[in-house]
T-cell receptor, first 110, second 113 residues
Framework: GQNIDQPTEMTATEGAIVQINCTYQTSGFNGLFWYQQHAGEAPTFLSYNVLDGLEEKGRFSSFLSRSKGYSYLLLKELQMKDSASYLCAVRPTGANNLFFGTGTRLTVIP | DVKVTQSSRYLVKRTGEKVFLECVQDMDHENMFWYRQDPGLGLRLIYFSYDVKMKEKGDIPEGYSVSREKKERFSLILESASTNQTSMYLC????????????FGPGTRLTVL
């Protein structure tokens, strides 16, 4: 089976840094995705990791450790518009589909 | 830019009705997916298709069927809608093969009364 865990809710202050963690147990591993979803809207792609290490893309970075079944999404210089749900998703080996965590709702406060 | 469109943003149907949800993508993607999203449960895969006329069951296919007659279009069918199918339905598409990003449509919020 597949199991993906992430915190349900987080709150952070505008201008700060926040780290959203994701742990997973899946039948094989072929990549981990992070999506952002604003309330009432579709998820939009943020990042993809398939090898260990940190991928940086502007204010957002994503880290993967395959041996630990662990990833995090790092958001720097938080802005009010970053208030959204952040979804962690894993692709098992040989699959085209993704398994999603339940998402972390981030609230950015002034 | 990839564009995935869904036929309706909001839909209200009655128990027992047959419901069609349509999804169209304009990027010649091989793979298409239907998910439902419920509070506390996240996105769950209903069905996906990796080619025209091909389909695979996801995690929760019961009560649903799909149709893919053309590459750009993937339909989700609720043969006899029930109240527990009230949900947000999201369609996604991706290029063929592994490691490719899924792009999502805006979603259809279906209410079954």
């Amino acid at each position: 089976g597949q199991n993906i865990d992430q915190p349900t809710e987080m709150t952070a202050t505008e201008g700060a840094i926040v780290q959203i963690n994701c742990t997973y147990q899946t039948s094989g591993f072929n990549g981990l995705f992070w999506y952002q979803q604003h309330a009432g809207e579709a998820p939009t792609f943020l990042s993809y990791n398939v090898l260990d290490g940190l991928e940086e893309k502007g204010r957002f970075s994503s880290f993967l450790s395959r041996s630990k079944g662990y990833s995090y999404l790092l958001l720097k210089e938080l802005q009010m518009k970053d208030s959204a749900s952040y979804l962690c998703a894993v692709r098992p080996t040989g699959a085209n589909n993704l398994f999603f965590g339940t998402g972390t709702r981030l609230t950015v406060i002034p | 830019d990839v564009k995935v469109t869904q036929s309706s943003r909001y839909l209200v149907k009655r128990t027992g009705e047959k419901v069609f949800l349509e999804c169209v993508q304009d990027m010649d993607h091989e793979n298409m997916f239907w998910y439902r999203q419920d509070p506390g449960l996240g996105l769950r895969l209903i069905y996906f298709s990796y080619d025209v006329k091909m389909k695979e069951k996801g995690d929760i296919p019961e009560g649903y069927s799909v149709s893919r007659e053309k590459k750009e279009r993937f339909s989700l069918i609720l043969e006899s809608a029930s109240t527990n199918q009230t949900s947000m339905y999201l369609c996604a598409s991706s290029k063929g093969g592994s490691g490719n990003t899924q792009y999502f449509g805006p979603g259809t919020r279906l209410t079954v009364l």
